[in-house]
Structures are given as structure tokens and as C-alpha cells.
Nanobody, 123 residues
């Protein structure tokens, strides 16, 4: 079993940046596929970015060029550097892990989820 805990959310003005972190415990972190998802009020959960065990990444079109996902296996942590934030980025951001390790792009492919961290971007 894996426990994931996100941190780093907050309130920022449009154009600002946040670094989100997700610390994992348990399991074999270095072989997990990892992802960041977000869910805004009244909207379905959506993919933000994913990273495979080997470091391959994929980004939603809405965040390409602004967000960067990375992982530090020594720290059992996955990060999401979110830059040039827009009001439409406002959501609860959740990290997820999948034991298969690949580049899963659907939420149902992930086995473990964090509790989420709130990102609010003001105009």
C-alpha cells in the first residue's frame, strides 16, 4: 500500500507560480508511474501531467509549456512546478501513483491517491 500526501498549494495571482509536492510512503516508488490530476468545482477530474518510472512525461494541452512534472526517487517525491498560472488552473490538485509504472493517462489506471491540495489563482 502507498500513502500520498500533497503540499504546496495556495492562493496566487494570475501569472504567478507554485511548486506542488507529493510525498509517498510505502511501496516501490522508483517503479511507480506518477500523475497529477486536478478537479475544479462542478467539473470532472482531469489529467494535468504524468511521469513514468523511466521519466517519460506527458502533459495536458492546457498546461504544456507552463507546468513541469518531475520526480525525485531518493526522496519518494513527485513535484509539479506550475508557472504562469491562470484563473482556470484553480482546482484541487491530486497526485496519484500506479504500480504498473507506465504512462497512465486515465484516473482509473492509478491505484493510489493523495488527499489533494488547493490551488486558487486570482484574476
Amino acid at each position: 500500500q502507498v500513502r500520498l500526501v500533497e503540499s504546496g498549494g495556495g492562493l496566487v495571482q494570475a501569472g504567478g507560480s507554485l511548486l506542488l509536492s507529493c510525498a509517498a510512503s510505502g511501496g516501490t516508488f522508483s517503479r511507480y508511474g506518477l500523475g497529477w490530476f486536478r478537479q475544479a468545482p462542478g467539473k470532472e477530474r482531469e489529467l494535468v501531467a504524468v511521469i513514468s518510472w523511466s521519466g517519460t512525461t506527458y502533459y495536458a494541452d492546457s498546461v504544456k509549456g507552463r507546468f513541469t512534472i518531475s520526480r525525485d526517487n531518493a526522496k519518494n517525491t513527485v513535484y509539479l512546478q506550475a508557472n504562469i498560472l491562470k484563473p482556470e488552473d484553480t482546482a484541487v490538485y491530486l497526485c496519484a501513483a500506479r504500480s504498473a509504472g507506465g504512462l497512465g493517462q486515465s484516473g482509473h489506471e492509478y491505484d493510489y491517491w493523495g488527499q489533494g491540495t488547493q490551488v486558487t489563482v486570482s484574476s
